[in-house]
């Protein structure tokens, strides 16, 4: 691998989790209703995400791992308005190229599967498989080529608990799938994939947390909120059980969080702040994801409707509460 390519990897691959939450995205892009994911020693040593989406038909299954290369956009218009978590094209190459990627797939139309192997960009196997429709990959050895990079890897328990977070966050921003996590052989989460929010956040989140929700559902300005926030008595001393989503999609917006707190503004303490999961669906056109490689932060073409959603949307949930 050249070196400006290991450069770039770095941009999407920088710890366990950054390469967890790649291939999950993929996996729900690729319509998957079970997904499960499996770590050992905290994602550094060992990553195995099995889902039962389209698979990958053998002729492409090279092409996942060349950059740029996405079977998402076909035109450059398809950017204006991005339906799927993935479109770079990069996350896997990336991923095989500072990892030993093994990878197993099978379309519904193939009889046989396909196994490829790929460490450090290296191509080492392509081959018949016997499997199940669907994908599952393996990725070991994260680094594994460019020790630099490895020391940069915090503790076992530091990078396991950050693949959890991102497992907890996809599975609550889609209720319609199963997710299973098992951590150095111990399943610690399961979903039902029965499309229930409340009780997927139940499962993710625990009961107190999810006793202490009250519905949100508004709709103003062509878009819609909808999802839940804390009662003002259950506020929390961080904002680190704030979750947003624009169309299913984590996301990261000041404007949404600042109209969360504002709407509470009056019936919380200073220094305590609301929870939410909040789903915030309006048309892909005018959210513009492509700002951030991780994809996380969003901004919008306008940010003042998106401030009176959120803020309506939450100040009449907890009014609904006091009367
Ligand atoms: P992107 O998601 O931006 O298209 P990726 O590098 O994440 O790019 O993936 C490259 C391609 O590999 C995807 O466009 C998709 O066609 C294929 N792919 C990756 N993972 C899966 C999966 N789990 N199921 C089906 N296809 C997959
Ligand atoms: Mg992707």
Known sequence: K?????????????????????????????????????IKNGGSTYIRITDDGCGIARSEVKKVFISHATSKIKASDDLDK?????????????????????????TPDEEIGTRYEIAGGQE?????????????????????????????????????????????????????????FIRDGKQTLITSGNGDLKSTIYSVFGREFANSLIPVDYEINNMRVSGFVTKPSMSRKSRGMQFFFINSRLVKSQTAMAALEQAYRNSIMVGRFPGCVLNIECNSSFVDVNVHPAKIEVRFANEKPVFELVYYGVKNAIEMLDT
């Not at 991005?82 to 099978?106: D, H, P, Y």
């Open 124 to 180: 080492l196997d392509f081959s018949d498989a016997g499997c199940p429709v669907g994908t599952t990959i393996v990725v070991a050895d994260i680094f594994f080529n460019t020790p630099a990079r490895m020391k940069f890897l915090k503790k076992d328990v530091t990078e396991a608990n950050a693949v959890a977070g991102v497992v907890e966050r996809i599975a609550v921003s889609h209720p319609e799938i199963s997710f299973r």
């Open 2 to 38: 050249e070196v400006y390519q290991l450069i770039a990897a770095g941009e999407v691959v920088e710890r366990p989790s950054s390469v967890v939450k790649e291939m999950i995205e993929n996996s729900v892009d690729a319509g998957a209703k079970n997904i499960t994911v499996e």
């Open 82 to 106: 991005i339906g799927t978590l993935g479109f770079r094209g990069e996350a896997m190459a990336s991923i095989s190229a500072v990892a030993k990627v093994q990878l197993l797939t099978r």
